[in-house]
């Protein structure tokens, strides 16, 4: 079946469709020996496709992670500036996979990677709202809290309203707050929380949706998500 090379290029998670309609203007695409062009239409089970000379395929098999993402990490595949990415975690699972989203250096917890570009676009699109709960230990002055729970502009465009709620609050040090957010919007939390005078000690995300971190999963440690939770982020 005939589908757009960007989607098939999406599908065999080299990259999400709109990075691949990048590579397909910059002429690093060919179908059948030929270089692609925008719109341009293919057959993944019949077709010739390359990136960059190395061919990909649609039908290969599937890989879906879930990591325990440490501090100190950023979620790329490669950085510019040396840090250590994720990519150095899961390099033995047997396949080249993708960070779902991210979580910046200095945050830990729950990092889905897949290989499957068509979840990736699925989970990460803005069209899909998909809860993410975080604990953030804090300190600063809990009467303003109700600040933390209204919208902030980030790049030029308001973020929708946070959850926020208070599980534990000792006498001295810092508090755990739990916050629910709807969108993946670049350091949301740490910019509200800069905003509203807290500081953040520690971020963890706990939650995507209803999948949580595995209990049992070491910091930096990874497993393969089960059929039922593969099942689970395919419906969302």
């Not at 604990?135 to 959850?163: C, S």
């Not at 810092?174 to 905003?195: A, D, K, M």
Request: hydrophobic content about 35%; overall charge positive.
């Amino acid at each position: 079946m005939k589908e757009r090379v960007q989607k098939i290029l999406a599908q065999a998670g080299v990259c999400s469709r709109r990075a691949g309609e990048q590579l397909i203007a910059a002429g690093r695409v060919t179908v059948n020996g030929r270089k692609s062009r925008l719109g341009d239409q293919a057959d993944s089970d019949r077709d010739l496709i390359c990136v960059d000379g190395k061919r990909i395929g649609a039908s290969e098999q599937k890989v879906y992670l879930m990591l325990h993402k440490p501090r100190g990490f950023v979620s790329t595949l490669s950085d510019e500036r040396g840090r250590k990415t994720v990519r150095q975690l899961v390099k033995g699972c047997g396949a080249r996979v993708y960070p779902v989203g991210r979580l910046d250096a200095d945050s830990e917890g729950l990092l889905l990677m897949t290989n499957d570009g068509a979840l990736t676009y699925s989970l990460t699109h803005p069209r899909h709202v998909i809860c993410k709960h975080y604990y953030v230990r804090v300190k600063g002055d809990l009467k303003n809290l109700d600040r933390l729970r209204e919208p902030v502009e980030i790049d030029g465009r308001e973020t929708a309203p946070a959850e926020v709620h208070l599980l534990d609050a000792p006498a001295s040090g810092y508090s755990l707050l739990e916050f629910v957010i709807h969108e993946g919007r670049n350091r949301q939390i740490r910019t509200l929380c800069e905003r509203c005078g807290f500081e953040v000690k520690r971020l963890k995300r706990m939650k995507i949706g209803e999948l949580p971190i595995d209990p049992g999963l070491k910091v930096g440690g990874w497993r393969h998500l089960t059929d039922e939770e593969i099942s689970y982020l395919k419906s969302l």
